[in-house]
């Protein structure tokens, strides 16, 4: 029998661990009253089981990616599974809230230190006619994530304990660690006499903690108060000196080199615009099901599922289609689909059929199918081999962002249309069927947060189209001055690879 292609073995484990964290992304939504509850905790609180994981996965992305192209991408992704996996044990066995915050911390270092390089070593091993029709393979896992976290979710709820939504994690790490472990390896020799820039690390850090923070907590008390104005400060003042000093350090975390090619520049802006627009959709809906529609956590879930399933049928399909006519085209369709599907869940009032939400939904996730994988095909296409950490985490550093920023604009949205008590309790899911005058507020609310989400769309369907060339520009014009040197060796060694598989 004829052995399996390399680029295929690291394709199958990258997906296993996309599919990990895309089904830990969902599942834990649905068991937060059930916390709340077991471990004597507040609603407060229990939001920082979801934002600290996003927190710390967000923050650490580019030092990791940094770290990978210094040390090897493999072994990061390797210690990513083990850590990912402890920090969900760790989830299921917390008896108390700090503790969970604190192991959902844990489980972020992993998931960042898997995210900042499954797309990297993805791009590594494949060639460029094929690149797309692996992202959109990937891609199918975050569709299938979304579709069996909720499934999966409701099934451990309804008969055990919440417990059991973290420790499931447990049997999938192990064998996702020994399949890394024992079938991944790095393709490139690691750059010799780099310098990891620690103050770097540490600026952009502190800075972008402090931003996430205030546009969080700035929310709920107040944006104008001295406390989140101060964060707002720290921000500013620890990223603007970050950018300083990247521009001068020999060996960069962020290469801000990257951005001198408007394929990769430009990119990046689409990804981070459409995470903007779209992130808060699938919470806004969820809780409009649950406490406008009044249907059970579960049941508004499975009735979301159309999304998810058409992504993941479109994205390989996509994927293939961006190998052959480069991603501008697929993508930027993709960004104008989802602006139609959010201009048809504008019109959502709370006695709509279903049907009219599902035809959103189906539209949405032909957008998101047709979006994904060409982008990232095309903005991973862009970057310097010897870069790729850097640039899958300053991608997916800049997609969190924009989830954080969707999330809060939600929430400011659905706070100016309703009592803060109740908008906590409905974004939790922990009550039943709202008041009609609520209810009222809420869609109000909810469908004018829709309307700014089809401008941010428009914004990204503009930096999409924008981008430069049919395919992506070589990688040759991106490299900073320390690492031109070694370019002509890194780029010899990924031609010998290329022609083994």
Same mark, same amino acid.
């Given at each position: 029998?004829r052995?399996?292609?390399y ?6 484990v990258?997906t ?9 992304s ?24 979801l ?12 030092t990791f990616g940094?770290?990978a ?8 992704y390797?210690?990513g599974?083990i850590?990912f996996t402890i +920090? ?9 809230d ?12 992993g ?30 896992t ?9 499934v ?15 420790l499931?994690?447990?049997p ?7 399949l890394?472990?024992?079938l ?6 690691n750059?010799?006499?780099?310098r990891?820039d ?5 600026l952009f850090?502190?800075g972008?903690v402090?931003?996430l ?7 709920g008390?107040g ?14 003042v ?10 001068r ?9 990257l951005?001198q ?5 430009f ?5 981070t ?8 959709v699938n ?6 099901l649950?406490?406008v529609?009044a ?5 508004a ?13 479109i ?12 991603g501008?085209i697929?993508?930027s ?5 989802q602006?139609l599907a ?7 009032t709370?006695?709509?059929p ?24 095309t ?6 081999r ?7 985490a300053t991608l ?5 962002? +924009? ?12 706070a100016?249309s ?13 009550v ?5 005058d609520?209810?009222?507020d809420f869609t109000?609310?909810?469908?004018h ?9 428009a914004?990204?369907?503009?930096f ?8 992506p520009?070589?990688?040759?014009t991106?490299?900073?001055?320390a ?13 010998r690879?290329?022609g083994?598989?």
């Open positions: 029998m052995k399996l292609e680029k295929w073995v690291a394709l199958l990258t296993i661990g996309s599919m990990m964290v895309a089904i830990d969902t599942i834990v939504i649905l068991g937060l009253p059930d916390m709340l509850q077991d471990l004597h905790s507040n609603l407060v609180r229990m939001t920082w089981v934002m600290a994981y996003l927190l710390v996965s967000t923050v650490l992305l580019l940094r770290m192209d210094m040390f090897g991408r493999v072994k990061m390797n210690l599974f850590i +920090g969900s044990v760790a989830c299921g066995f917390s008896l108390s700090t503790m969970l915050i604190g192991s959902r911390v844990v489980q972020g270092l998931g960042a230190m898997l995210s900042a390089n499954a797309m990297a070593i993805i791009t590594e091993v494949f060639p460029a006619k094929q690149r797309g029709q692996a992202m959109g393979i990937n891609a199918i975050w569709g299938a994530g979304s579709v069996l976290g909720p999966l979710g409701g099934i451990i709820l309804a008969l055990g304990s919440w417990r059991w939504i973290f499931v994690n447990l999938i790490g192990i064998v996702a660690t020994l890394a472990y024992l991944l390896h790095d393709i490139a020799p750059p010799k006499g780099e990891f620690i103050w770097g690390a540490v850090s502190v972008l402090a931003l923070l205030a546009i969080t907590g700035g929310i008390t944006w104008l108060t001295p406390s989140i104005l101060s964060l707002f400060a720290l921000a500013v620890t990223l603007a000196l970050f950018f300083v000093r990247e521009r350090f020999a060996y960069p975390m962020l290469d801000l080199s951005f090619n408007h394929t990769y520049a990119s990046v802006a689409a990804a615009l459409q995470s903007l627009a779209i992130f808060a919470f806004l809906l969820i809780f409009y649950q406490g529609r249907f059970t956590p579960l049941t879930a499975l009735l979301i599922l159309p999304m998810p399933l058409v992504s993941s049928i994205g390989p399909l996509s994927g293939r289609w961006a190998d052959r006519i480069g501008k697929p993508a369709l993709g960004l104008a689909a602006a959010l201009l048809v869940l504008f019109t959502l709370p006695t709509t279903y049907p009219v939400l599902a035809l959103a939904l189906v539209i949405m996730g032909v957008g998101s199918g047709l979006f994904w994988s060409p982008n990232t095909s903005t991973m296409g862009a970057a310097p010897n870069r790729l950490g850097v640039a899958s997916n550093t800049m997609r969190n962002v +924009g989830m954080v920023f969707s999330f809060a604009l939600a929430l400011a949205v659905a100016a309703m009592p803060p008590a109740v908008m906590n309790a409905v974004f939790l899911g922990t039943g069927h709202l008041a009609s609520i209810s009222a109000n609310g909810m469908v947060a829709f309307l700014v989400s089809v401008v941010i769309c914004l990204a369907v503009v999409s189209l924008v981008r430069e060339g049919r395919r520009a070589t990688a040759a991106l490299e900073t001055p690492a031109r040197s070694e370019a002509r060796s890194e780029e010899s060694a990924g031609a690879t290329a083994g598989q």
